[in-house]
């Protein structure tokens, strides 16, 4: 079995949908953003599978709250995609509109951050 690239990021659910699979049946596309990078990764959760057991309570929580997930592991990094059997921990989790802010504000602060001693493009 291939070992997987440990995601170095803390990432955040932007969305969660159940849509019919390629394969029949019906599964989780689960969106998330590195919190860092704002790099976009997917993964599939099937409801028949075991690991929906660990899912579940995330994809039901994500439905109204901001999650922040660490811990993931990348199936396939050039695609972006999670592999799903990855023993996600919930880092954090508050109302979906305060972790917009609290994201916000991280993001302009790293926008500051790298104005202030630039990347040497001052055109």
């Known amino acids: 079995m291939a070992k997987y690239q440990k995601l170095q990021e803390p990432v955040f659910i932007i969305s969660s949908e159940l849509i019919n699979s390629r394969y029949g049946g019906e599964v989780y596309e689960v ?4 919190i860092k990078t704002q790099t976009k990764f997917t993964t599939y959760v099937d409801p028949n599978n075991v690991n929906f057991t660990h899912w579940q309570p995330i994809i039901e929580r994500a439905e109204s709250k901001g999650i922040v997930l660490s811990n993931c592991k990348l199936k ?23 972790l917009a802010d609290i994201l916000e504000e991280y993001w302009r602060s790293q926008d500051k951050f790298n104005k202030l001693f630039g990347d040497g493009d001052d055109s």
């Open 31 to 34: 969106k998330l953003m590195g």
């Open 76 to 98: 396939d990094p050039s695609k972006g995609l999670i592999n799903a059997d990855s023993l996600v921990t919930i880092e954090y989790m508050v109302t979906k509109e305060e």
